[in-house]
Nanobody, 117 residues
Framework: VQLVESGGGLVQAGGSLRLSCATSGRAFSWHRMAWFRRAPGKEREFVADINKSGDTTNYANSVKGRFTISRDDDKNTSYLQMNNLKSEETAVYYC????WGMGYEYWGQETQVTVSS
């Protein structure tokens, strides 16, 4: 099973990007899906997650109101819509997925997001 991310790139501050995380290989029914990021010189931090039914989401305080996580179980894919991006959000972004009763044991390879000021 692999998580394959796409959608990263270079954007100006105030701009938007949409990240995707597709599952390839064996089709698990993911319980939770999430996004994390690691800025240069910093530890990895939680960004957002979503439960299986999609009716419960959690966000880091720093992204509330600007980022939206969603999922399409028919495609076994999660998305992170990022609006009004800030230069300090330049980071590598990772998606993660968890089976029922498990932690985040599956991780994407990362995608670079660069926000220019």
């Amino acid at each position: 099973v692999q998580l394959v991310e796409s959608g990263g790139g270079l954007v100006q501050a105030g701009g938007s990007l949409r990240l995707s995380c597709a599952t390839s290989g064996r089709a698990f029914s993911w319980h939770r899906m999430a996004w994390f990021r690691r800025a240069p010189g910093k530890e990895r931090e939680f960004v957002a997650d979503i439960n299986k039914s999609g009716d419960t989401t959690n966000y880091a305080n720093s992204v509330k109101g600007r980022f939206t996580i969603s999922r399409d179980d028919d495609k076994n894919t999660s998305y992170l819509q990022m609006n009004n991006l800030k230069s300090e959000e330049t980071a590598v972004y990772y998606c993660a997925a968890a089976r029922w009763g498990m932690g985040y044991e599956y991780w994407g390879q990362e995608t670079q997001v660069t926000v220019s000021s």
